[in-house]
């Protein structure tokens, strides 16, 4: 069974960062493209990042570039976002998401529970 | 960037009933179209890929149509567990991007 399971989130200031993290299970997980896709309260899905098999390309949505870093660990089964320069609009919940190939195909069959970012002073 | 419009934003069903959601990209996207559901407080499900390949587990019900700009989701027989937030996302074009979102509720 495939799990995915967020951590990291929390309250940051502006101009803040925040490391999440996205422990998978139930897969090979070096197989497959992973994701992330945000929600932010009371509105619609927003593709964030998203990086291939091998980690070796990656790709951001233009609201986040430059201030939102993607990265995995292989031999951790685990997916990253590093964001810096945090602003009140990346407040919302971010969604780790299993990809059906190692190259990007931006199709997400599996999803985690989500984790909740707030920025705010 | 492929905007992707759902309608309606929000319909009224009764269980039972046959429910019809409507995406339409603003280009071309042949038929690289997915469907996701999402109950309050949940995270989103995939039901449907390549506009009409059921994901594995999704019941019958489910059913997809549609290729290039026009597509749609339809659920047979509407019950309790169906009513969610349905988001369709074109997968075509870089960068991914999804529809707004249609609720359907109880009437």
């Known amino acids: 069974e495939v799990q995915l399971l967020e951590s990291g989130g929390g309250l940051v200031q502006p101009g803040g960062s925040l490391r999440l993290s996205c422990a998978a299970s139930g897969f090979i997980f070096s197989s497959y493209a992973m994701s992330w896709v945000r929600q932010a309260p009371g509105k619609g899905l927003e593709w964030v990042s998203t990086i291939s098999g091998s980690g070796g390309r990656t790709y951001s949505a233009d609201s986040v570039k430059g201030r939102f870093t993607i990265s995995r660990d292989n031999s951790k089964n685990t997916l990253y976002l590093q964001m810096n320069i945090l602003r009140a609009e990346d407040t919302a919940i971010y969604y780790c998401?299993?990809?059906?190939?190692?190259?990007?195909?931006?199709?997400?069959?599996?999803w985690g529970q989500g984790t909740l970012v707030t920025v705010s002073s | 960037d492929i905007q992707m419009t759902q309608s309606p934003s929000s319909l009224s069903a009764s269980v039972g009933d046959r429910v019809t959601i409507t995406c339409r990209a603003s280009?071309?996207?042949?038929?690289?179209l997915a469907w996701f559901q999402q109950k309050p407080g949940k995270a989103p499900k995939s039901l449907i890929y390549?506009?009409?390949s059921l994901q594995s587990g999704v019941p019958s019900k489910f059913s997809g149509s549609g290729s290039g700009t026009d597509f749609t989701l339809t659920i047979s027989s509407l019950q309790p567990e169906d009513f969610a937030t349905y988001y369709c996302?074109?997968?075509?074009?870089?960068?991914?991007?999804f529809g707004q979102g249609t609720k359907v509720e109880i009437k």
């Open positions: 390549a506009a009409s």
């Open positions: 998401a299993k990809d059906r190939q190692w190259l990007p195909e931006f199709f997400f069959d599996y």
């Open positions: 280009q071309d996207i042949s038929n690289y």
């Open positions: 996302q074109q997968y075509n074009s870089y960068p991914p991007t």
